[in-house]
């Protein structure tokens, strides 16, 4: 097997012990019985994933053993068991990507027929309900649910608010220090742009918490009126959305008329199913997202500053870009934990970026600053 062969279906084995262990994790932490039953049934899917892959990868002569849980995994793991494992999941839908595509591949090399079932995590779940598992249908929204609205979401937010705040803090800084070598107005621009960043960044947050929860909360108030006003449409759109799940039209319109007995039930029904609409969402605070954001920009932000504040010209230039760089790789780091990239790729293209910015600036610094002094 050619070397890059080996190292992607090496990488691949990785991912589904990662994936394998991180499920056995959320499914430790689950107090829900039938959804910790799902998880560990996940991963055990995941670990024969890997024990397949890995029999491929012997039968074509690399020798190569089950490997541990990568130190990606070992941080989410410790991310869920401080802020709660809703965190992971979220990154799991994530990385159910990568390994569906792992699978993909397997197959493609072992001319085995594709079934389009392999990036389908419903199906997985589904299939799991048939043959394994008692679990309803509530505890499986619930889990899409928490799929879809927390976790990766969150983190990835955190992660890239610090870095917005580094890199447009630093080209600033860099762009003044070029324009002048004065300490006190690289301190007044940089503190100027780091409160307005991170004020620009906290009240856009809010806005569009906000007005997320404003335009749901007012589809939802709409979709309880048109029950109240004309519940025999009502009946007819659940019976279409049951037909369209592939139920037959009689039992349909019978699951239809016994959510329809109950007003909250029926509701609940429509903004899932129609609206499309997660009442979890409603729970967020815009203000909690608001100072989160402010507090993460900020600390981004302070980063390249803080030499000036004890030192001046080309030292704390230098010290300004040694701190960013730093800052810049562990960010690229962090991002790995989403996308699964090696450390020093994801690191060194931040650092990358980021000091290319910052050179930019401060080129256009320097050639207004010579502008204004001729």
Known sequence: MATQSVKRFSASVQTEVDAAFLYEKIAGAETDPGIAGIFRNLAEIEHGHATKMLERLQQQGVQIVLPPPSWRARVLDRIGKIFGYDYIIG???????????????????????????????????????????????????????????????????????????LVSNLSLVMGVAGATSGQSEILLAGSAGLLAGALSMALG????????????????????????????????????IYIAKGIPEGQAL??????????????????????????EELKSSAWEAAITSFVLFAIGAIIPLAPFFWSSGYTAILASVGFSTLGLFVIGSAITLFTGKSIWFSGMRQVIFGIMAAAITFGIGKLIGVSIAG
């Open 254 to 279: 019978e699951m239809a008329q016994k959510a329809m007995s109950n007003k909250d039930d029926a509701h609940a029904l429509l903004i899932k199913e129609e609206l499309g609409i997660n009442p």
């Open 91 to 165: 990154v799991m839908m994530d990385t159910e990507k990568s390994i569906a595509q792992a699978i993909v591949r397997q197959k493609e090399v072992g001319n085995i027929p594709v079934t389009g079932e392999e990036g389908n995590h419903v199906n997985i779940l589904q299939s799991l309900l048939k043959n394994k598992s008692k679990v309803s249908g509530e505890q499986i929204s619930r889990i899409e649910g928490r799929h879809k609205t927390v976790g990766g979401n969150a983190l990835r937010a955190a992660v890239l608010g610090a870095n917005d705040g």
């Open 205 to 240: 947050e809010w806005i569009s918490v906000k007005s997320s929860q404003e335009l749901y909360e007012r589809q939802m108030a709409l979709e309880m009126d048109e029950i109240i006003a004309n519940p025999e449409g009502e009946l007819k759109e659940i019976t279409l």
